[in-house]
């Protein structure tokens, strides 16, 4: 008893056998002793098997804790990845409960923003208005559902433009009790947007003045149909358009809108040098006026009683070379950027190639005029030359053989020897001046002396015949020697100068006429200078109704015909200078 008192069930016990009741009651402890090893074996083993169960969920805990933090941390790691701002927010606060790097970059500015309200972290100092943005935590917690918003942020003097999506985080009773937040800075995305959809536009307007320049060939109208378009489309109030007019130095106001008669009168001649309208040709740049009040001046007073304040001036640029002015100007104070001016050059490019266009096409259309002209002329000159033709043969040559015929029969009647000399002496001279005639008609005809002595002595022959009878001194010169002239060329070429000729003897009245011929493989040059009374040679080619001045074109043509150029410089009361220049390596000429 007193070993099981002890908790001792191992220690072995020395029994001494009796038959009474105290070694009965002996049996019955040691039995009890026995069964309580036996119980204590099994509680041992039990609470063994406990122990090893609880370190194994133990370890399993602390396992499954390990891959939750791991999980967690994995899912941080993703989310302060994001380069979107992620926000956790209380619903029912509105304060800031949890953020992503990103997030916390940007609304920390100093300040731990987990606490803060969202809109006072977001640096508003009162929640969302629905005039400029609009709160998506409201529609959340209205629809219960997610939401999405743009929210326009200052950040200093640049504006963030913010797309936002709120998304509701519910309990286990279905309360919504967080809100996520996902925000994205879009704002260069919306500038770049922004950017694509003014490029459209600009294109749409250069696209839609291009169709209406080019609907017609007709300068005015596609100047007139130019400001229209330029107008309506760019919301300008004033436009007008300068051509560079050669012949008077300057330029021309061509086309207006928006301006007063007085005003257009006074800008109706503007200088190539005067002003930044005309300074636009030397430099070919755009020039912007923002004040016009700033200038002074009949032409700057006149735009100020106009209302005018910002001018642009645009040059008219085509293929290199600036034909004009593209004036327009605005009733208030406007800026254009760069954007902007980089239409209004294209724009005036675009007008530049249709006033080209209907230069070319009128410069056509005179051409097909002339050489209307000149072959009605051709075909009058022939029918005159046939006249005269057969009329130096009628009166002329026809007479003369008929006198000689006459002088032969009177000759075979008459006995006096004396009489028969003197009569074929007078018929020789007879003879002699027919055959000078023939040799004179030939000669207008087709220039034997062409064929056989080449171009110069040709000429040379044919310019004193003509020009020293009447009175007119004539130097001729050739520099170079070289073979015959393609016959091209060389029929060409003579009659361009006989027809120079020609006109010196007709129209010039000049007392002395240079020429000079430059002969080389490589191309020939003409001279023909005369100290006459010159002309205007613009005037005397200018389109019209009257044939004059189809003479020079023709000669023009003829150089045309063989590769070369004709220029012409002259002026009234002092003299002519013709140069004609025909290339021949590059055209592929050969000497005969």
């Not at 026995?34 to 041992?44: A, C, N, T, Y």
């Not at 291009?210 to 229209?228: C, G, K, P, W």
């Not at 004396?418 to 007879?430: G, H, I, S, T, W």
Request: charged letters at 30%; one cysteine or more.
């Amino acid at each position: 008893a007193q070993r099981i008192a002890e908790g001792d069930f191992v220690t072995p016990v020395n029994q001494q056998r009796r038959g009474d009741e105290i070694g009965e009651l002996a049996d019955s402890f040691i039995m009890m002793r026995q069964r309580l090893k036996h119980s204590m074996d099994e509680i041992q083993a039990w609470n063994r098997e406990l122990d090893a169960r609880v370190q194994e969920r133990t370890q399993a805990a602390l396992a499954a804790q390990h891959e939750a933090q791991a999980a967690r941390d994995d899912l941080r790691a993703v989310i302060d990845a994001l380069s979107d701002e992620l926000i956790v927010i209380d619903a029912d606060d509105y304060r800031i409960l949890q953020v992503n790097r990103a997030a916390r970059e940007r609304l920390g500015n100093g300040r731990e923003p987990i606490g803060q309200l969202c809109y006072e972290a977001a640096h508003h100092q009162q929640p969302c208005r629905e005039s400029r943005d609009t709160c998506p935590l409201t529609d959340v917690l209205s629809r219960g559902q997610s939401a999405q918003a743009t929210h326009v942020q200052l950040c200093g003097d640049r504006e963030r433009f913010v797309d936002i999506v709120a998304s509701p985080m519910r309990a286990a009773d279905g309360r919504i009790t967080r809100i996520v937040e996902l925000k994205r800075d879009v704002t260069e995305e919306r500038r770049t947007k922004e950017s694509l959809v003014r490029r459209n536009q600009q294109l749409s307007i250069l696209n839609e003045i291009a169709l209406t320049v080019n609907q017609s060939l007709n300068l005015e109208d596609i100047l007139d149909r130019a400001l229209d378009g330029i107008l309506r489309l760019t919301h300008i109030d004033v436009g007008a358009i300068f051509l560079q007019d050669e012949a008077a130095g300057d330029l021309k106001l061509m086309a207006y809108r928006g301006l007063s008669e007085e005003a257009a009168r006074l800008a109706a001649h503007i200088g190539l040098l005067d002003g930044s309208c005309g300074g636009v040709l030397e430099t070919g740049q755009l020039v912007i006026v923002s004040d016009i009040s700033r200038f002074r001046g009949p032409r700057a007073r006149s735009l100020q009683r106009e209302d005018l304040h910002t001018l642009v001036h645009v040059p008219l640029t085509a293929k290199g070379c600036t034909l004009g002015s593209l004036c327009i100007g605005t009733h208030h104070t406007r800026e254009f950027d760069p954007e902007e001016q980089d239409m209004l050059n294209a724009i005036g490019s675009q007008i530049a190639v249709a006033v080209e266009n209907a230069r070319l096409y009128a410069e056509v259309q005179h051409k097909e005029q002339v050489r209307g002209q000149l072959f009605k002329q051709a075909i009058s000159a022939q029918e005159e030359e046939r006249k005269r033709i057969a009329r130096e043969l009628h009166d002329d040559t026809s007479q003369t053989l008929t006198a000689l015929l006459y002088a032969a029969e009177e000759g075979l009647d008459m006995a006096d020897l004396a009489a028969v000399r003197k009569k074929l002496f007078n018929m020789r001279e007879l003879a002699q001046r027919t055959l000078d005639g023939v040799h004179k008609l030939l000669f207008d005809l087709r220039p034997s002396m062409l064929d056989h002595l080449g171009l110069v002595p040709a000429l040379r022959w044919y310019a004193q015949s003509r020009l020293e009878p009447k009175g007119t001194r004539v130097v001729i010169e050739q520099i170079g020697e070289a073979p015959r002239l393609p016959p091209e060329v060389e029929i060409g070429l003579f009659r361009v100068v006989q027809e120079a000729i020609n006109n010196i003897v007709r129209h010039a009245a000049a007392r002395n006429v240079s020429i000079l011929f430059n002969l080389n493989d490589r191309a020939v040059t003409a001279y023909i200078e005369d100290d006459g009374i010159g002309f205007d040679p613009i005037e005397l080619t200018t389109p019209g109704e009257s044939l004059r001045g189809l003479g020079l074109m023709g000669m023009r043509e003829r150089v045309e015909l063989v590769g070369g150029v004709l220029d012409i410089d002259s002026a009234p009361g002092a003299g002519t200078r013709i140069h004609i220049s025909i290339p021949l390596l590059e055209r592929g000429y050969v000497y005969a």
